[in-house]
């Protein structure tokens, strides 16, 4: 993954914009941080996530996503060492990190929105919602 596409997916979150903090960019949703790319370098990006939400992706993909190091890493910020990781990934975890930051309102239509995506993919593949014609 390159930074351009880290970029693309995290101004992909609804409502959120691109804003320069300590030298390098930060994606933020209602003036809250959820991810910044170029740190400590241009390969890498950093998402705030939970201590349970960093566990899982460290533990599934030790060589794309790890812990900050000190209080930073502790409280949930996690590195994504963006060469090694792929778009699904990054997708998942911007989107844990967002409806972390996210107002609760806007988190839950923004979930109620994928929710409903996915049961009308599913319902359409099963042939659900298609009209039958008749002879």
């Not at 967002?98 to 979930?111: E, F, K, Q, S, T």
């Not at 042939?127 to 002879?135: C, L, N, Y």
Request: hydrophobic share 40%; aromatic share 8%; charged share 25%.
């Amino acid at each position: 993954m390159t930074p351009e596409t880290f970029r693309r997916l995290a101004l992909s979150m609804p409502e959120a914009c691109e804003v320069g903090h300590m030298g390098h960019p930060d994606f933020r949703v209602s003036g809250k941080i959820f991810a910044t790319l170029g740190y400590p370098d241009a390969e890498w990006g950093v998402l705030k996530l939970r201590a349970e939400q960093q566990e899982a992706m460290v533990s599934a993909e030790p060589t794309v996503f790890s812990t900050v190091k000190g209080a930073w890493g502790r409280g949930g910020a996690t590195t994504v060492y963006l060469p090694r990781a792929k778009a699904r990934s990054v997708r998942l975890a911007l989107a844990a990190a967002w409806r972390n930051a996210a107002p609760p309102a806007l988190a839950a239509r923004h979930v109620d929105k994928a929710q409903t995506r996915r049961r009308n993919r599913a319902s359409n593949a099963k042939g659900f919602g298609r009209r039958r014609t008749t002879k």
